[in-house]
């Protein structure tokens, strides 16, 4: 019996559902930082093997309230891929305590009725003990139908969530074929890549505020891509700390960012990148479409 369908990663932010998606499909396609709303879209990826097919979402973090109309936007996108799910995969801090956002994100998949699968991360910074306290605070927390411990750093027990969701999977066909890993294009994942670079460069203050647009994709020859991109930002001082003293921290993104593009591309690339203000575009229903972030897409 071959099963196939949709599993959902889903969490308070910054508890590593990316670098846990990442690691699940053995592929790094989804962008990671220390930086909450790292993940700010639907994110899919495909696991295939003899058994069946998953295909992976990966969510923004769940928070309970929108500062903004892109917050508003990141809820209704964790929300809306819920309700897609065959089952859900619910990443949480390995701590006992639960608090309100842990409560709102139970509340969310108890009302779902979606087959949940708890799993606690970073199970290599904690010892047997302290596991087993934690398991047993959160076991009445759901209905869960597995408790799983893992570092998706490490990728420790990733064989184990594996074979939990094809328990719960049902029965189905391959709905791509056995080489896709995801359907997400280069374009796109070039943004984020840049994205990914700015966040992990640049001060506290700036990384909430910027989103990427590539103005420019072109494959200019088997062993050439050029790309034109622009990183945006709400405020002229932060325009400032962006580009850096002499452009040193613009070149540093550019550089970092250019040596994964090469690797997902296959070819050398020419990537030059440009800042652009504009304020208050967190606000702003037709900036936030104009930066992939419409809620009519959903």
Known sequence: MFKS?????????????????????????????????????????????????????????MIRKADNKLGEYLIDVSNKTIGDADVVLWLIEPSAY???GDQMIAEKLTKSGKPVILIINKIDTIDKKKAAEIIEAWKGVCRFKD????????????????????????????????????????RDIAAEIIREKALRALNEEVPHGIAVVIDTFKERSDDLTAIEASIITEKESHKGIIIGKGGAMLKKIGTDARRDIEEMTGTRVFLKLFVKVRKNWRDSESD????????KKL
Do not use: C, W
């Open 288 to 295: 936030l479409r104009d930066y992939g972030y419409d809620r």
């Open 5 to 61: 369908g949709y599993a959902v990663i889903v969490g308070r932010p910054n508890v590593g559902k990316s670098t846990l998606m990442n690691h699940l499909i053995g592929q790094k396609i989804a962008i990671t930082s220390n930086r909450p709303q790292t993940t700010r879209g639907r994110i899919e990826t495909v696991y295939t093997n003899e058994r069946g097919q998953i295909i992976f979402l990966d969510t923004p973090g």
């Open 147 to 186: 408790i799983i411990a893992v570092s998706a750093l490490r990728s420790i027990n990733m064989d184990e969530v594996i074979n939990s969701i094809m328990r719960e999977l049902p029965e189905g066909p391959l709905y791509y074929d056995e080489e896709t890993v995801t359907q997400e294009n280069m």
């Open 98 to 100: 639960i608090g309100k």
